[in-house]
């Protein structure tokens, strides 16, 4: 469906009750062919001896197309929270 004031497309998602938690990573293997990309996204638990065991929670398969869109998204949206939620010293790690 289009938005006939604008001509953007309206996004309807919908989400499994199951998933609206989400799931916690804190690692991401990206791997990439000719023709896609897959980022694994895992979750590591350290050891004492500073190994880690660790289970990956979501695979996802993306095209170059989308995973550029999602490279520009992901700074733009880094930019907006760390202006918010960190100091200028440590944003700008000292770079002006």
Do not use: C
Not at 32 to 45: G, P, Q, S, V
């Amino acid at each position: 469906m289009e938005d006939h004031v604008s001509g953007t497309p309206k996004l309807n998602l919908q989400l499994d009750v199951k998933d609206v938690g989400g799931v916690w990573a804190n690692f991401a293997a990206v791997k990439h062919t000719k023709y896609e990309f897959t980022i694994d996204f895992a979750r590591l638990d350290f050891q004492d001896n500073g190994d880690a065991q660790g289970v990956v929670v979501s695979r996802v398969n993306l095209s170059p197309l989308f995973v550029s869109e999602l490279i520009d998204a992901l700074q733009q949206n880094w930019k907006m929270y760390s202006e918010k939620a960190m100091p200028p010293e440590v944003r700008d790690n000292g770079n002006n």
